[in-house]
C-alpha cells in the first residue's frame, strides 16, 4: 500500500520496555522479574465467587459503570480504609483494570494540549495514555535513595495550560509512600491553582515499615477535584480479571463512564462478582498478613540485590524496587539488563523506561511479587553476580 495508516501519536508513545524485557526473558528461558504479575495465590473466596457467578448465568453484561453490588463494595471500603465518601451511583466507575480507569479519565478530562505535572520516576503507561490524548507530561523530579521532592519546583511547573498533578502512591517503580505532609502541600497546590488530582492509589495495601496510605481525596477541599484509581488486580492477586474503579464528583465521573462505555462497555461481569464477595468477605487481617508476606519479600530480594552489587533504593511500598546498577558496564540501563538477564537469568527493566532523562541510564526496576520459590531463585542467581 502507497499511504501509511499508523496513527501519527503512536510514534510518540515508544515500545514497551516491560514487553520488550519479558519477551527476552522468555526467549532466554530467564526468570521474569520484569512485570508485576502476581504469582501469589488468589483468595478462595474471590474464585469460588466468581465461578458461581458463571455457572449460575451471570455473564451478560453489567452496566456500564459496573455491577451495582461491586460500586457499593467499593463505597463501603472507600469510608472504611480511606475515609472517602464517595456515591455508589453516581461517583464510581468500575473499569477494566486501574488502567483501563486512568485512560477514560484521561480521554474524559484532558484536551490536546493540557498540561499535567508528573513526578519523575513514574509509571511508563501513565505518561503513554497523557501522550496518546495529545496531553503534555511535565516532569518534576524526585530524588534516591527516599525519592524527595521539593514543593516549589512543582510549583514553579505551574502553568497557565496546567490542568492536573499525578500522583502515584505507593508508586511505580520507586515504592515511594507520599507522607501526609507531601500530600498536603501538593493539594494546598491544586485549591490554589484550581487544579485537578490523578491519584492512583492501586498499591494502597502493600506497605512496609510501618508506612500508612492516605489518599489525596480525604483531604478538606480535594475530594471534588481528586480522580482516585484503584483496583484489586495486585491485592488480590488476579493482574488477568482486570478490575479496577475511577472514583470522582459526579461531574467528572459521569465523563469517565461515558468513555469506559466506549472502550469496552464494561468490566468483566463475572468477576466482578468476584472481586466484590473480596471486599465484603475478607478481614483486616488479609491486608495485615499480605503487607507483611510483601515485607519478607522485598527484605529477602533487597539483600541479594545489595549483595549482588545493585543497591537498591529500599521501596516503603508497592511491590518493585529500583536497584542501582552503575557498577556494571554498559551504555544504558538497555545494557545493563541484558547483561544481568544474559550472565544469571534474572529479568529487570531499564530505568530509561521510568525517567525523561540520563538519571534512568543507572537504574533496573525489579518486581518482587512472585512466589517464595521465585524469589529465591532470583537470589541464588543474583547471588552468582557478586
Known amino acids: 500500500m502507497g499511504r501509511t495508516f499508523i496513527n501519527e501519536r503512536l510514534a510518540r508513545l515508544g515500545h514497551s520496555e516491560i514487553r520488550a524485557m519479558t519477551q527476552a526473558c522468555a526467549k532466554a528461558g530467564g526468570l521474569n522479574l520484569a512485570q508485576g504479575v502476581c504469582d501469589t495465590p488468589v483468595p478462595s473466596v474471590v474464585v469460588e465467587a466468581a465461578e458461581q457467578a458463571m455457572r449460575s448465568g451471570n455473564n451478560v453484561y453489567s452496566r456500564f459503570d459496573g455491577l451495582a453490588d461491586l460500586r457499593e463494595a467499593i463505597a463501603e471500603k472507600l469510608v472504611r480504609d480511606n475515609r472517602v465518601q464517595a456515591d455508589p451511583e453516581s461517583g464510581i466507575t468500575v473499569s477494566a483494570g486501574a488502567t483501563g ?78 507522607d501526609r505532609r507531601e500530600l498536603e502541600a501538593v493539594a494546598a497546590l491544586a485549591r490554589q491553582h ?86 465484603r468477605t475478607l478481614p483486616a487481617s488479609f491486608y495485615t498478613a499480605l503487607a507483611k508476606e510483601y515485607q519478607g519479600k522485598r527484605d529477602r530480594f ?61 537504574f533496573i526496576r525489579f518486581s518482587y511479587a512472585k512466589t517464595d520459590a521465585d524469589i529465591d531463585d532470583a537470589c541464588r542467581r543474583l547471588s552468582k553476580l557478586a
Open 101 to 178: 480507569a486512568f485512560h477514560s479519565a484521561c480521554l474524559a478530562l484532558f484536551n490536546p494540549g493540557d498540561e499535567v505535572i508528573v513526578f519523575e520516576p513514574y509509571y511508563q503507561y501513565h505518561v503513554s495514555a497523557l501522550l496518546a490524548v495529545e496531553a503534555v507530561p511535565v516532569i518534576v523530579s524526585m530524588h534516591p535513595p527516599q525519592w524527595t521532592f521539593s514543593i516549589e519546583e512543582v510549583e514553579r511547573a505551574v502553568t497557565p495550560r496546567t490542568r492536573a498533578i499525578l500522583v502515584n502512591s505507593p508508586g511505580n517503580p520507586s515504592g515511594k509512600v507520599f
Open 194 to 279: 484550581d487544579l485537578l488530582v490523578l491519584t492512583d492509589e492501586i498499591y494502597e495495601y502493600f506497605l512496609y515499615d510501618g508506612a500508612s496510605h492516605v489518599s489525596m481525596a480525604a483531604f478538606p477541599g480535594m475530594a471534588d477535584r481528586t480522580i482516585t484509581i484503584g483496583g484489586y488486580s495486585k491485592t488480590f492477586s488476579v493482574t488477568g480479571w482486570r478490575i479496577g474503579y475511577a472514583v470522582a464528583a459526579p461531574e467528572w465521573s459521569k465523563a469517565i463512564g461515558a468513555m469506559n462505555d466506549l472502550l469496552y462497555v464494561c468490566a468483566p461481569t463475572p468477576l466482578q462478582v468476584g472481586v466484590a464477595a473480596g471486599i
Open 302 to 362: 533487597c539483600t541479594a540485590l545489595n549483595q549482588a552489587g545493585l543497591t537498591p533504593s529500599i521501596p516503603k511500598g508497592s511491590y518493585y524496587v529500583l536497584a542501582d546498577a552503575s557498577r556494571i558496564h554498559g551504555r544504558n540501563g538497555k545494557d545493563r539488563a541484558l547483561h544481568v538477564l544474559e550472565k544469571v537469568g534474572v529479568a529487570g527493566v531499564p530505568g530509561e523506561a521510568f525517567f525523561s532523562g540520563s538519571m534512568g541510564s543507572r
